[in-house]
């Protein structure tokens, strides 16, 4: 794994970049100007950028809150999502009837999918696209919940397979983090979005048309945070990962205020994931 100190050390090597975006782009408060600079100056010399995110929505609202965030549109070509990904599994379940867990905000999930819902002990499935309170609600509230749909032997279909999110200074706990202790009980966890097979597909057909040709993998980078999402993602899908050692780790893996590489190699290991490149945050 090779330090950088700038995308543009190895640009050159790559027709498009599938960028994560929280953590790597904004924080859920504000963008990381540094980051939309190196993006835009990829797209600038011919490069297409890709965001991919496990964001629980379909794309359709995603650039109006990224307009109000502050990230320009000249920094990325074409937007990927886990909402998108996950649709046609839940479509596929209808009429359900389906248990939600999710905040309203995430609404636009379940539009136009013609499921019913029902309470747990009604449901044929459980989906999920986050906690039903952010910030206020921990998995182990959920302890009971998970333990009933085991008994019943539900799926549960996982809209986001963040484990956590980092917004501003803090961490948010996500729906991952519930399915993981789902399958800690047994239960049959469905997930689309990064690092499983689905969002991938749906980002390579859009670079497809983007540059009017099938993407040869060995000319995408895979950026992000996540160790168990993007770079095990990347590692799967046989492509060149750049690993963001902040975004969702903070400072964990600095040290004196600098990028410890030592630190981040630790990190990927213990997860058995693997990175070409590291940059304390994309630039």
């Avoid at 835009?40 to 929505?57: C, H, S, W």
């Avoid at 956590?164 to 689309?192: F, N």
């Avoid at 690092?195 to 749906?202: D, S, V, W």
Wanted: proline share 5%; charged share 25%; with cysteine.
């Amino acid at each position: 794994m090779q330090t950088l100190a700038s995308l543009d050390e190895r640009a050159d090597r790559y027709d498009a970049v599938f960028c994560d975006v929280w953590g790597v782009v904004h924080n859920g408060r504000a963008p990381f100007a540094p980051a939309l600079a190196a993006l835009q100056r990829f797209r600038a010399n011919g490069g297409k950028v890709i965001l991919l995110t496990n964001v629980p929505k379909p794309r359709a609202p995603i650039p109006g809150q990224l307009d109000r965030l502050g990230v320009p549109r000249d920094a990325w070509d074409a937007i990927v999502t886990s909402g998108d990904a996950i649709r046609a599994e839940l479509a596929a379940r209808a009429p359900g009837p389906m248990y939600k867990i999710g905040p309203d905000h995430d609404a636009v999930l379940w539009d136009g999918l013609g499921l019913a819902r029902a309470e747990l002990d009604e449901a044929a499935f459980v989906a999920i696209s986050g906690l039903n309170r952010d910030g206020e609600e921990t998995p182990e509230d959920y302890a009971d919940l998970l333990a009933r749909a085991r008994a019943r032997d539900l799926d549960l279909l996982c809209a986001n397979p963040d484990i956590v999110v980092r917004v501003g200074d803090r961490l948010y706990w996500c729906a991952g983090a519930l399915a993981r202790d789902y399958e800690a009980l047994g239960g049959r966890v469905i997930m689309a979005g990064k690092p499983h097979a689905p969002i991938y597909e749906l980002a390579f057909q859009e670079l497809a048309a983007l540059l009017g040709r099938d993407g040869d993998r060995a000319r995408v980078l895979a950026i992000g945070d996540g160790i168990g999402t993007d770079v095990r993602g990347a590692n799967d899908q046989g492509l060149d990962c750049l690993f963001i050692a902040s975004g969702m780790h903070g400072e964990a893996l600095w040290t004196d205020g600098a990028l410890d590489l030592a630190k981040a190699r630790a990190a990927l290991a213990a997860e058995g994931a693997r990175a070409a490149y590291v940059m304390a945050g994309l630039a």
